[in-house]
């Protein structure tokens, strides 16, 4: 399970804390955009080099995204960024799809109108971010799908949700590189999850969201080559 960075306390700086959420951040970024490759070996001293920071922050961070399964720590040789495959897509969609089904109904059975003023809103923050804004994107893509469980009062529940999205994102990547992605209307298939979902039809918002998930799956198909890395 995802776990929250630790919090600042008296027995470790502020400055050594910033350096390794910075760190972590950074390489977290370019595992699942595939900068770094899956199965590419992490060498310490070459990311202190590349992210001009200590290796301790680097080491620490690292050590953060092994419990994120971003990264798999090899027995006396250090680290390496998680390898993909078909199988391990496979999980992890099969899960997502079971427990944000439950979580969506949950939060739609439950929602209010600050809960569809929040959704809306981070949909049209969403749909506002410039393609080439890779950061931010990413940053708001999540808080849009986190928004439609954000009423589940299932707290475990949600947390499997937000490492499983994590899990996916990488997989998102290596999908976009079908030559048929492009014609993928993302937009069209956030805006037909929002609007069933403040519709309060469970049904609809269900059947669209999983079926926005099992897309990636359709183009990873057609791309074997980008699982084999």
């Not at 595992?31 to 310490?44: D, R, S």
């Not at 040789?77 to 999980?91: C, D, I, L």
């Not at 049904?203 to 183009?219: I, P, V």
Request: with cysteine; aromatic share 6%.
């Amino acid at each position: 399970m995802i776990e929250p960075l630790p919090e600042t306390s008296p027995a470790v700086p502020p400055a050594s804390v910033s350096a390794t959420q910075g760190a972590y951040q950074a390489i977290r970024q370019m595992i699942i955009t595939g900068e770094l490759a899956p199965g590419e070996k992490l060498k310490i001293e070459h990311l202190k080099d590349r992210m001009k920071t200590g290796a301790s922050p680097i080491r620490e961070a690292l050590t953060l995204l092994v419990s994120d399964q971003l990264v798999e720590r090899l027995d006396q040789r250090g680290f390496r960024a998680a390898p993909v495959s078909q199988e391990n897509f496979g999980e992890i969609l099969k899960l997502r799809c079971a427990l944000e089904d439950m979580a969506l109904r949950d939060s739609l059975a439950c929602g209010d109108n600050p809960w569809e003023e929040a959704l809306v809103l981070a949909h049209h923050r969403m749909a506002r971010v410039n393609g080439g804004e890779l950061t931010t994107f990413e940053t708001c893509h999540k808080a849009f799908h986190m928004a439609l469980l954000a009423r589940c009062r299932s707290p475990i529940l949600l947390r499997y949700c937000s490492q499983l999205y994590d899990l996916n994102v990488r997989y998102r990547y290596l999908a976009a590189r079908s030559r048929k992605y492009i014609r993928r209307d993302v937009a069209g298939e956030h805006q037909g999850i929002l609007d069933a979902a403040v519709a309060r039809d469970a049904d609809l918002a269900s059947e669209r969201l999983l079926d926005h998930y099992q897309k990636t799956g359709t183009f990873l198909a057609e791309t074997p080559d980008a699982l084999q890395e």
